[in-house]
């Protein structure tokens, strides 16, 4: 405690999620403890979203399930933004912490073989200090006691997600990834993790060259993803 309370008077006390400086003994700033924009009640399998804020109409996708502890809004979007853009590292620990809990619950009866993440290519490599997924992947690993091999590659550029629409996206992806030459993967179970889904076209993308190279089942985990507010007809609708 004593060494605690002088690295308090050194470094200060800062809030997990998004780094402001706090009093002494919290643990979260105000905001963070009453505007964690945590997804509740009963799931989209589709989707993740909850069921509340689902507007995906039950789109198939390639994964077999996804889980993801919070939607990319509030405090969270401040949280993840800090963490891949303003090099906070140290970040990944409790945004990985939250999206193991929610692994745990939402794919309790599935023994998992091993986690992967999506990769950057070697051009985004040389440019980041560290791979988001990566750093999160390796942190769950850890909590759920499931190895890392990154078995997913990404020899090829594709343009910057967040400027592009959906339906450019899915053209912009194709093709993007592989997995590496001396990959097992049959009749494998594989966590594929992600910091945010928001068409959920990269992790689609990623799934399917995972099948195609003989794994059984793709089940997806990020930390956040998007789910636009119900407009008045969807809640009109059942
Ligand atoms: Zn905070
Ligand atoms: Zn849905």
Redesign the pocket.
């Given at each position: 405690m004593l060494t605690d309370f002088i690295s308090y008077l050194i470094f200060g006390n800062h809030?997990k999620?998004?780094?402001?400086l706090?009093k002494f003994g919290e643990a979260?700033?105000n905001?963070?403890k009453t505007d964690l924009p945590r997804i509740t009640g009963e799931k989209c399998k589709y989707c993740g979203a909850g069921k509340d804020r689902c507007t995906c109409k039950n789109a198939k996708m390639k994964y077999d399930g996804i889980s993801a502890p919070f939607y990319y809004e509030k405090?969270i979007e401040k949280?993840i933004r800090k963490y891949k853009f303003a090099d906070k590292q140290y970040i990944a620990k409790v945004l990985a912490e939250d999206t193991a809990e929610a692994v745990k619950n939402d794919f309790k009866d599935i023994n998992f073989d091993f986690i992967d993440f999506i990769p950057f290519s070697k051009n985004q490599d040389k440019k980041r200090k560290y791979n988001p997924a990566g750093e999160i992947a390796k942190e769950m690993s850890k909590i759920l006691g499931i190895p890392v091999k990154n078995v997913l590659t990404k020899p090829f550029e594709t343009e910057t997600q967040h400027i592009s629409s959906a339906f450019y996206r899915q053209g912009n992806v194709a093709g993007a990834y592989d997995v590496s030459e001396n990959a097992d993967l049959h009749g494998k179970t594989v966590l594929l993790v992600d910091d945010i889904k928001t068409t959920g076209s990269t992790l689609n993308e990623c799934v399917r060259v995972l099948k195609i190279a003989g794994a059984e089942k793709v089940y997806c985990a990020v930390v956040a993803l998007t789910a636009k507010e119900k407009s008045k007809k969807d809640k009109e609708k059942p």
């Open positions: 809030c999620y998004c780094g402001e706090i979260l700033c905001e963070c405090t949280s």
